[in-house]
Every structure is written in structure tokens, then in C-alpha cells.
């Protein structure tokens, strides 16, 4: 049997996203508490996500939004990596608040951060592990927050495309 490799690109991209679940996952989280979330999506929904997109960037005038729907458009699938609100109880004041207690509603506990920066970066590493290409997107994130991909008590949320192709779609852009 014959398999062209531009055949498998499509299995072989949510294999290695699902890889980057497992790594999200298992990255290293503050106090030991996980409230990180990940998903992968593909096929109809990246146009779902790439139409929201353009509608923030379109009411807000961040043309980086349209730019960016484009490239999630142009990948095979889109691992999502956010955050439920949860304070953690440190009294840190990492996040302006010197309680916990004290932080106004929507300011997020600053630990929740930290935990969705080490899932993105191990993430990613994953995704390196196997040289297909990716970037983190915060405006991707964004719209995945809008559509309550991750649940409705998710939020900081970010989004990784993946693409497996001769040349990356997400560098290199107008």
C-alpha cells in the first residue's frame, strides 16, 4: 500500500494536536490546581472561529484579527488552551487586588496566567517535537472565548493553528 504523505496530513495533524493535549494537560500547574482547559477543533468549525474572528476585528478595528482569521483558515486544525477563574488564595497581589478577596470581577488571578503560559509553551514544544508549523494567537483566543468553545466559565483563552505544509501560512504575513 501506497500512502502519499499529502493523504495523511489531515490524520496526521490532530495526531500531534492531541499530543499537545496531553502536554497542556500534564504541564506543570500553580499550588497543583488545574483549572487549565484544551481542546482541539477542525474541519467546519476553524471557518466558525475564522467568521468570528473577522467580527471583533471588524468592531474593534484590529485589522491584525482579519489577518490572523485568514491563517487559522489555512490550518488543518486549532488547539485551544484557556483557563477557568479560580483564585488561588495567595493574597499575592499579582493582579493589582492585594487579596484575593478584593479582585474586581473579570481581573484574573494572575497564578490562572502563568498556568495558561506553561500549557501554550509546552504546547508548542510538542508541536516542535514533530517540526509542524504553529503560532500562538491571542486574537484566535479571543473569538474562541466569544463562542464559549471551552465552556462559559473559560476564559484567557489562546489559540494554536497547525499547519503541515512546505511553507508556514503564519509568518511571513501582510
Request: some cysteine; aromatic content about 6%; hydrophobic content about 40%.
Amino acid at each position: 500500500m501506497l500512502y502519499n504523505e499529502r493523504d495523511l496530513r489531515q490524520t496526521q495533524a490532530l495526531d500531534i494536536a492531541q499530543k499537545m493535549l496531553v502536554a497542556a494537560r500534564t504541564a506543570p500547574k500553580g499550588k497543583g490546581i488545574d483549572v487549565v482547559e484544551c481542546a482541539v477543533i477542525d474541519g467546519d468549525d476553524l471557518e466558525t472561529l475564522a467568521c468570528t474572528m473577522e467580527a471583533i476585528g471588524e468592531e474593534r478595528g484590529h485589522q491584525f484579527f482579519l489577518r490572523d482569521a485568514g491563517c487559522v483558515r489555512n490550518s488543518l486544525a486549532v488547539v485551544l488552551v484557556g483557563t477557568r477563574e479560580q483564585a488561588q488564595g495567595l493574597n499575592c497581589g499579582r493582579c493589582g487586588f492585594a487579596r484575593c478577596g478584593e479582585r474586581a470581577v473579570g481581573v484574573p488571578c494572575e497564578v490562572n496566567s502563568i498556568d495558561v503560559g506553561i500549557a501554550l509553551g509546552v504546547a508548542c514544544a510538542k508541536a516542535a517535537d514533530y517540526c509542524v508549523d504553529t503560532r500562538v494567537m491571542f486574537s484566535a483566543g479571543t473569538a474562541a472565548d466569544r463562542l464559549r468553545l471551552l465552556g462559559d466559565d473559560v476564559a484567557q483563552t489562546y489559540a494554536i493553528p497547525i499547519s503541515i505544509s512546505s511553507k508556514s501560512p503564519f509568518f511571513d504575513r501582510r
